[in-house]
């Protein structure tokens, strides 16, 4: 680095022994000789101070141990777009003697290949390159004007994350030549973006997927800068701090998916905020700290005019912890998928909290990235009616439509129970007896077993715990029929459903969870 800098390096990125630095102070420190810059390490840990020296200050810095001097020739302040990517993807050739071996730069790395000449030799062209990924290469600004569009015009995809771009003008100068960018990774770029009362930003024509995430941008300057995006259908902004202030307008009307996650201001009145954005089918919400939820336009058992495309909802490692938040997302009109991993509610007994979630929520196709096949969502429902089925009586609840009246308490706490009971019946006396908890006798089914395929194996009759898996039911027909555990295939018959088979395909849940009960039938085949 030249020793002689103007006072334009504040703020600029620089690279120190891997570890990534901003620039908050160029200039002398007494009593020691020489010019210093003073940098905020992204790792706070990183550092020695707060921008502070012998009792007087040079710079702010967030953290107490920030901040550091360094001298000038410690920092790399990077490379511009092209050299970065001719250092990383041009090819040098070997001697054609050499059977065809030849050497591409990865990095710094010199790696031999063989056989792969046509594919190596186009990649070796920069002006046909269309994906390309330059994360971690000091990247700094885009280099003389035009050199990036007469080189690689065609570039479709562009990783730049984790690299030394300081202002949103250096991306912009970079993006402007590349008329063909859809794709732009800018993650851990820590960058100055510009705000309201500036001019308005350079478009960005063809972008449909842009990552914003760990560069500091605001909920303001995602809105300002937006109007240059026209097109997008994917934005992430993980982990920058925001809190969501207004409603876009006129912006991000394309975005199909938004992902909010590790944003700990976001609340419930912030969501609304963006809930008229028309075509948002994706938003991702996890570790914000999000604990309730609230549709004020939609009363109980009614759809919400809010959020009327979302179809994938992503809520893990959150504080949600009260039913109330699952009930109103059955008043989404499109939500078929649902991700609600490491949450207080989802703790303790899993396989029945993931029952009640999918009774509650009654057009949900998707857990947790899992397939509800029918056969599961029935159990589910005839469970979660079974269950509640007391509290449901003691409500004003009746077999009886004229007298069913359970009073607004319990229809808040449970709105799909009403429509469940039409779906399968109200629940019988008999099916509501209080079970003795605890007691072994309590929890056994005693289920005929047979083998369709097999007449001359007799009908056996076994008494299994409710709550043993397929996995260990089939463990036991294996030894009892002696046939391998794999060749095994069970489904079911219920009195209550005659005529009708139903498969047991999850070996990883109960006998209860697919709702075999006593005096039920198990069909065995292999």
């Given at each position: 680095m030249n020793e002689t800098l103007t006072s334009d390096v504040i703020g600029r990125r620089v690279e120190v022994n891997g570890e990534h630095a901003t620039v908050r102070f160029y200039g002398t420190v007494p009593p020691v000789a020489g010019l210093w810059l003073g940098v905020e390490w992204d790792n706070p840990e990183r550092g020695k101070h707060d921008g502070s020296h012998d009792g007087t200050r040079y710079f702010q810095c967030r953290h107490p141990t920030g901040g550091s001097f360094i001298r000038l020739h410690k920092a790399n302040f990077g490379v511009d777009f092209l050299t970065a990517l001719r250092k990383r993807y041009v090819l040098k050739d070997r001697p054609e003697e050499d059977d065809g071996e030849q050497v591409v730069m990865i990095g710094n790395r010199p790696v031999k290949t063989i056989g792969f000449d046509s594919v190596l030799k186009k990649q070796s062209q920069l002006s046909n390159l269309q994906e390309i990924t330059l994360r971690g290469c000091t990247v700094s600004c885009a280099g003389d004007k035009g050199s990036i569009a007469q080189a690689c015009p065609h570039i479709r995809d562009v990783d730049l994350s984790k690299n030394l771009l300081s202002v949103w003008d250096e991306v912009t100068d970079i993006a402007d030549q590349l008329r063909c960018l859809e794709v732009l990774n800018l993650r851990?770029?820590?960058?100055?973006?510009?705000?309201?009362?500036?001019?308005?930003?350079?478009?960005?024509?063809?972008?449909?997927?842009?990552?914003?995430?760990?560069?500091?941008?605001?909920?303001?300057?995602?809105?300002?800068?937006?109007?240059?995006?026209?097109?997008?259908?994917?934005?992430?902004?993980?982990?920058?701090?925001?809190?969501?202030?207004?409603?876009?307008?006129?912006?991000?009307?394309?975005?199909?998916?938004?992902?909010?996650?590790?944003?700990?201001?976001?609340?419930?009145?912030?969501?609304?905020?963006?809930?008229?954005?028309?075509?948002?089918?994706?938003?991702?919400?996890?570790?914000?700290?999000?604990?309730?939820l609230h549709f004020p336009d939609a009363g109980i058992g009614c759809k919400t005019s809010m959020f009327p495309s979302l179809q994938h909802l992503v809520v893990n490692d959150n504080g949600i912890s009260q039913w109330s938040f699952i009930n109103e997302l059955d008043k989404l009109q499109s939500l078929h998928s649902l991700s609600c991993l490491r949450n207080p509610l989802t703790e303790g007994n899993r396989a029945e909290t993931l029952q009640f979630i999918i009774a509650r929520i009654g057009q949900l196709r998707t857990l947790n990235r899992c397939q509800i096949l029918p056969e599961e969502r029935r159990g589910a429902e005839l469970d979660y009616r079974k269950a509640f089925g007391n509290e449901w009586k003691k409500a004003g609840g009746h077999q009886d439509p004229d007298k069913n009246r359970p009073h607004e308490e319990f229809l808040a706490a449970h709105p799909r129970y009403q429509s469940l009971c039409l779906k399968y019946g109200a629940p019988e006396d008999g099916e509501l007896k209080t079970q003795q908890a605890f007691l072994l006798r309590n929890q056994l089914l005693t289920l005929q077993i047979k083998c369709p395929n097999r007449l001359d194996q007799k009908v056996l009759e076994k008494q299994l715990p409710e709550h043993m898996t397929i996995q260990k039911v089939k463990g036991l027909l294996s030894r009892l029929l002696r046939v391998p555990v794999s060749d095994l295939l069970l489904s079911y018959e219920s009195p209550k459903m005659p005529g009708r088979e139903i498969e047991l395909e999850n070996d990883q849940q109960s006998l209860q969870f697919h709702s075999v009960e006593n005096g039920d039938c198990l069909l065995v085949r292999w």
């Open positions: 851990e770029n820590k960058l100055r973006f510009p705000s309201g009362s500036s001019s308005p930003p350079r478009k960005f024509s063809a972008l449909k997927v842009l990552v914003l995430s760990q560069t500091g941008i605001t909920w303001a300057e995602v809105l300002h800068c937006a109007a240059a995006w026209p097109a997008l259908q994917e934005l992430y902004l993980e982990s920058n701090n925001i809190s969501i202030s207004e409603r876009p307008v006129d912006v991000l009307q394309m975005v199909k998916l938004l992902d909010l996650s590790s944003n700990q201001l976001i609340d419930e009145n912030q969501l609304l905020l963006i809930a008229d954005l028309p075509r948002l089918e994706h938003l991702i919400l996890s570790n914000t700290g999000i604990s309730s």
